[in-house]
Structure formats: structure tokens, C-alpha cells
């Protein structure tokens, strides 16, 4: 193995898939009622299951970035075996979590100046994030160095479309990105934000529409309208918790583009934000 690939909890990656192609995943946490729960572990499929399990009732609920000493342990055990380091991380336009990961490999390089450490922010998180960690597995699967993986994701991060609709404003109300007014409003005429991560991976209101069923076309009108023209492109599909409608999406896009879908449950940290019934799209784009 030339390189050693570590990211975030964000990505959404398997235990499986992580134990099997080496890669280190960094945790965020997720803070219910007080108490801090770690997003992901090897050693624990039943996270996500547990998490949601417990936003039924809708709890105080807040997230917590990794910290700088959590990326200095993985990347010093790669540069110990002598290894180079990608980092494929979560938006920084997000979380800080990637200024804690540059924290980590600045003092990486005070201590062993000669260690290689690449760290890239993906702009985005969740199934877009995860996409790009599989294509830099294949990269070095192939031969390719860090370096090399690094720059492509830096050449093809602006192609990848992230558009999030929420079902419920409770989760953005409580985590301060609504007023209590507009939360009020909005739900009682059941407004459904249409949010897209721009080109610097921030998120930012593109529309509102009314009802669910408005919220869901809104994305698949999106999907149609900007999605490459190679068909052998995938949609990805992230709910929280909604996988009925996350299916319907997907068959309707099929039958629409005839292209690859995929479906996936959103990882805690995400859904903390967006709640319960949100739905996150990922696809590439040759319009920038």
C-alpha cells in the first residue's frame, strides 16, 4: 500500500469497507441530551440505528468536530510505517473539523519534516464525500500516489452537486440556523427548504417550495436539469430515516435518466442538523 487514506465519520463509510481497504476514519460526535456519542466505530454497527432510534421524540441534540489530536494519532501511525497520508475530509465550509486536521499535520511536520501529508476538503460530506474516498481506494489500488489522488479530487470537487431538502425545521430552528419566528411560521404553513452547498462548501437557501411532495420533485427537477450527460454516472441518495421516499425518488430518476442510484442513511452528525425525513442528493455535473 503506497499511501495510507484517512477521512471523516462523515463519509459514511461501512466498518466493513473501511477495515478492508485500510482506511482510517476519523469520528465526529453527536451530543444528545447531554451526552456525547461518538458517530461511528468499528466495532459497533448498531450506531446509526441507535441514533435514530433516539430522534423520535426530538431531543436536544448538538455535534461536536473532531479534534487536532485524533488526526495527529492516525497520521503519526502512518508516518511511523513510513507511509504518505491523503486526508479526504468534510467540508470546510461546514465544520472545523478540517482546520483540526491541519493543526494535526503541521505539527506532523514539526516533528518529522520529512513525513508527506496531503489534506483535501471535498466541499461537501456524506455520500459525496464518501464517493471520493472510493475513487482515491481505486487510485491507489492502480499505483497512483497521494499526490496524484489529492489533485483529483481538487479537479473534480466543483463537479459534484449537493442539494438538501428538510422535512422538518425543528432540527434547524434548534441548531440556530432559524429564527424562532421563521420556524413558527414556516412550519405551520409547512414551508420545505431547498438547500445547495455552493463552491465553497458552504450551505446556502436556493428555494422554498410547499409540501413534501413539492420538496422531493424540487430535486429530481434538479437532478434532470444539470446531471452530466454520461450515463454511466450514479445519483446518490441520503436519508434520515425516510427510505420510503428515498426509494420513490430513486425510481423515479431511474425511469427518468436511466442512470445508477444509490441509497444510503444519513450519518448522525449531518442528520443532527437536518433532522429526521431530510434527503440529501449528490451527482456530477460538467456545468460549473
Not at 431538502?165 to 413558527?184: A, E, P, W
Not at 420510503?244 to 444519513?266: F, T
Request: hydrophobic letters at 40%.
Amino acid at each position: 500500500m503506497n499511501f495510507k487514506i484517512v477521512t471523516d465519520s462523515t463519509a459514511s463509510l461501512s466498518a466493513e469497507y473501511a477495515i478492508e481497504k485500510e482506511i482510517s476514519v476519523v469520528t465526529l460526535y453527536y451530543v444528545l441530551e447531554g451526552k456525547t456519542h461518538p458517530a461511528f466505530d468499528l466495532n459497533d454497527d448498531a450506531i446509526l440505528r441507535k441514533f435514530y432510534d433516539q430522534l423520535k421524540n426530538r431531543p436536544k441534540l448538538s455535534t461536536s468536530c473532531a479534534n487536532e489530536n485524533q488526526y495527529f494519532e492516525e497520521f503519526e501511525k502512518a508516518v511511523k510505517n513510513n507511509q504518505s497520508v491523503l486526508y479526504i475530509g468534510f467540508s470546510n465550509g461546514v465544520s472545523a473539523t478540517f482546520n483540526s486536521a491541519i493543526l494535526a499535520r503541521d505539527r506532523i511536520l514539526e516533528e518529522y519534516p520529512n513525513a508527506e501529508i496531503y489534506c483535501v476538503d471535498t466541499l461537501t460530506g456524506s455520500l459525496g464525500q464518501r464517493r471520493f474516498v472510493q475513487e482515491c481506494v481505486l487510485m491507489r489500488e492502480s499505483g497512483k500516489t497521494a499526490k496524484e489522488a489529492r489533485d483529483y479530487v481538487l479537479n473534480n470537487r466543483s463537479k459534484l452537486n449537493t442539494y438538501v431538502t428538510v422535512d422538518d425545521l425543528y432540527y434547524l430552528y434548534q441548531g440556530g440556523r432559524l429564527s424562532s419566528i421563521s420556524y413558527k411560521i414556516g412550519s405551520f404553513i409547512k414551508i420545505k427548504p431547498i438547500i445547495k452547498v455552493n463552491e465553497e462548501g458552504k450551505l446556502v437557501a436556493l428555494s422554498k417550495v410547499i409540501s413534501r411532495k413539492q420538496s422531493l420533485t424540487s430535486l429530481i427537477k434538479i437532478i434532470e436539469n444539470n446531471i452530466t450527460d454520461d450515463k454511466s454516472t450514479t445519483v446518490s441518495i441520503a436519508h434520515a430515516d425516510c427510505k420510503e421516499d428515498a426509494i420513490a425518488m430513486a425510481d423515479k430518476i431511474k425511469k427518468s435518466l436511466n442512470v445508477n442510484v444509490e441509497i444510503d442513511l444519513l450519518e448522525p452528525v449531518i442528520a443532527s442538523h437536518t433532522g429526521v425525513g431530510s434527503i440529501a442528493i449528490f451527482f456530477v455535473s460538467n456545468k460549473i
